[in-house]
C-alpha cells in the first residue's frame, strides 16, 4: 500500500506546472483491476488552460490498443464494473474520438500498451472541466480490453472492462 500512496504522489506532482494552485483543480483515479487481472495505475486530471490535462501510467495490460473512457458514475463495486455505467456524456452526443467536435465528453480514445504491457498517457482533453455538467469529479475511469473502434455506437466496441477507478479530488500535501 506504501508503494501505491508513492505512486499517486508522483503522479499528482507530474501533473504540476501548469495546473492551478486551487486543491480541487486537481483529481486522481486509481485504477484497480477486474477479477483474475493484474492492471493497475492512477490516471492524474488536473485543470490547465484549455481544458483539463490527463496523465498518469499503467501496467499489467496485454500489450496493444485499450479503449480508454470516463463513465458516468464513479462506482467500480460489479465485478465487471458495469456499476459506472455507461460513457460520461453530458451533451447526448454520439461516440467518436477524442480529436472530434462532437463527442461523449468521456470519450478518450484509446492508449497503447507497450510490450511490457505499460501504458504512459498524457494530452490535454478540452471537453473535461472542474466545474458544471462536464466535470469529471465523481466519475469512474474505465480501461477496456480492447481498442475503442471510435465509430461504433455508442461504445466503441471495446469489449470487457479490465480496470475502473474513480475520480476523486486530490488535497495538496503541505
Known amino acids: 500500500m506504501r508503494s501505491l500512496g508513492f505512486l499517486v504522489v508522483g503522479s499528482i506532482l507530474a501533473m504540476g506546472g501548469a495546473a492551478s494552485a486551487d486543491p480541487s483543480q486537481k483529481a486522481v483515479a486509481v485504477l484497480k483491476s477486474a477479477a483474475g487481472g493484474n492492471?493497475?495505475?492512477?490516471?492524474?486530471?488536473?485543470?490547465?488552460e484549455g481544458g483539463v490535462r490527463v496523465s498518469g501510467r499503467i501496467t499489467g495490460l496485454t500489450p496493444g490498443s485499450h479503449g480508454f473512457h470516463v463513465h458516468e458514475k464513479g462506482d467500480c463495486s460489479a465485478a465487471d464494473f458495469t456499476s459506472a455505467g455507461g460513457h460520461f456524456n453530458p451533451t447526448g452526443d454520439p461516440h467518436a474520438g477524442p480529436t472530434e467536435a462532437k463527442r461523449h465528453a468521456g470519450d478518450m480514445g484509446n492508449i497503447e500498451a507497450?510490450?511490457?504491457g505499460?501504458?504512459?498517457i498524457n494530452y490535454l482533453d478540452p471537453k473535461l472541466s472542474f466545474e458544471g455538467a462536464s466535470s469529471v469529479v465523481g466519475r469512474g475511469v474505465i480501461v477496456h480490453a480492447n481498442a475503442d473502434d471510435l465509430k461504433t455506437?455508442?461504445?466503441g466496441n471495446a469489449g470487457g472492462r479490465v480496470a475502473c477507478g474513480v475520480v476523486e479530488v486530490v488535497k495538496e500535501l503541505k
Open 39 to 48: 492492471v493497475a495505475g492512477t490516471v492524474g486530471f488536473a485543470a490547465v
Open 114 to 116: 507497450n510490450k511490457d
Open 118 to 120: 505499460v501504458a504512459e
Open 153 to 155: 455506437q455508442p461504445t
